[in-house]
């Protein structure tokens, strides 16, 4: 742009309303926008292994997944529905794509911690108590036969069937 404030200039003068781009009132706002989603709003996340490119259910116990495989895999992905947490509650101003908090990963008996450096392809960075993944992250269990997912219940997710991320998408 050639004058860069020359927008807001325009909007201090020529606007209806104040332009609120943070803040209690941008949240008030946001609120009154987002209560008639909230009714289509789902908490589950349809938490899933994609195997070899073969979707794989688990059982759930709680806030535990247990996943039962063959021992011959070789890609294993955590699969998830995703959010974008400021587009689902006012008061956050958090523009990451979100699958699920995973608390606890266990993987043929083995802890792996949140914080593990093998949590890099389809991972956020590591929180206090949990950590995100995008929708689609890769985990370790190549020739795993069981694999426990531990999730913090912490998403508001669109039901449907889960969008598959566009850089997983291309290698199914």
Same mark, same amino acid.
């Given at each position: $742009?050639?004058?860069?404030?020359?927008?807001? %200039?325009?909007?201090? =003068?020529?606007?209806?309303?104040?332009?609120?781009?943070?803040?209690?009132?941008?949240? =008030?706002?946001?609120?009154?926008?987002?209560?008639?989603? !909230?009714? =289509?709003? &789902? &908490?589950? #996340?349809?938490l899933h292994l994609r195997v070899d490119?073969?979707?794989?259910?688990?059982? %759930?116990?709680? /806030?535990? &997944?247990?996943?039962?495989?063959?021992?011959? *895999?070789?890609?294993?992905?955590?699969?998830?529905?995703? $959010?974008? #947490?400021?587009?689902?509650?006012? !008061?956050?101003?958090?523009? %990451?794509?979100?699958?699920?908090?995973?608390?606890?990963?266990?993987?043929?008996?083995?802890?792996?911690?949140?914080? !593990?450096?093998?949590? %890099?392809?389809?991972?956020?960075?590591?929180?206090?108590?949990?950590?995100? &993944?995008?929708? *689609? *992250?890769?985990?370790?269990?190549?020739?795993?036969?069981?694999?426990?997912?531990t999730t913090a219940p912490v998403g508001?997710?669109?039901?449907?069937? #889960?969008? =598959?991320?566009?850089?997983?998408? /291309?290698?199914?």
């Amino acid at each position: $742009m050639a004058h860069p404030d020359f927008a807001l %200039r325009t909007w201090e =003068t020529g606007a209806c309303a104040p332009l609120v781009t943070t803040g209690a009132r941008l949240a =008030t706002a946001k609120a009154r926008l987002l209560a008639p989603l !909230h009714h =289509t709003l &789902t &908490t589950e #996340p349809d938490l899933h292994l994609r195997v070899d490119g073969r979707r794989i259910d688990g059982e %759930r116990d709680g /806030a535990t &997944t247990y996943f039962r495989l063959s021992g011959v *895999a070789r890609d294993v992905r955590l699969i998830s529905r995703v $959010m974008v #947490p400021a587009h689902v509650v006012a !008061h956050s101003e958090d523009h %990451r794509r979100l699958g699920v908090a995973v608390r606890r990963l266990v993987i043929d008996g083995r802890d792996i911690s949140p914080a !593990h450096p093998c949590h %890099r392809d389809g991972w956020h960075a590591a929180e206090e108590d949990w950590r995100w &993944t995008d929708g *689609a *992250a890769a985990i370790p269990a190549a020739g795993a036969l069981h694999v426990d997912v531990t999730t913090a219940p912490v998403g508001l997710y669109r039901p449907g069937a #889960p969008p =598959t991320p566009q850089r997983y998408a /291309a290698r199914a």
